[in-house]
């Protein structure tokens, strides 16, 4: 039995094994869901737009707290 906990690539939300792409795609796709610029979802977040390019581009290891920001911006209608 095989008590290992399992990694995040074994999920399938992240069926190419990379979370950071999967995380840029699901921003892109709800950013653009709603009708925002870039520069839009920078603002409603509180962060500057280079941060959130970073995200989308797959370039950066976000923190809890900028995944926190991220997500509360996009929630909103």
């Not at 709800?30 to 977040?45: F, I, Y």
């Not at 962060?47 to 970073?54: C, F, H, Q, S």
Request: hydrophobic share 50%.
């Amino acid at each position: 039995m095989d008590l290992a906990r399992p990694l995040i690539e074994d999920f399938p939300a992240h069926p190419d094994g990379d979370p950071a792409d999967a995380l840029a795609r699901a921003v892109r796709a709800r950013r653009a869901a709603l009708g925002l610029t870039l520069r839009d979802l920078a603002a409603r977040a509180g962060l500057p737009e280079a941060d959130v390019r970073a995200v989308e581009a797959g370039h950066a290891r976000p923190t809890l707290a900028l995944l926190t920001v991220l997500s509360r911006a996009l929630r909103k209608a």
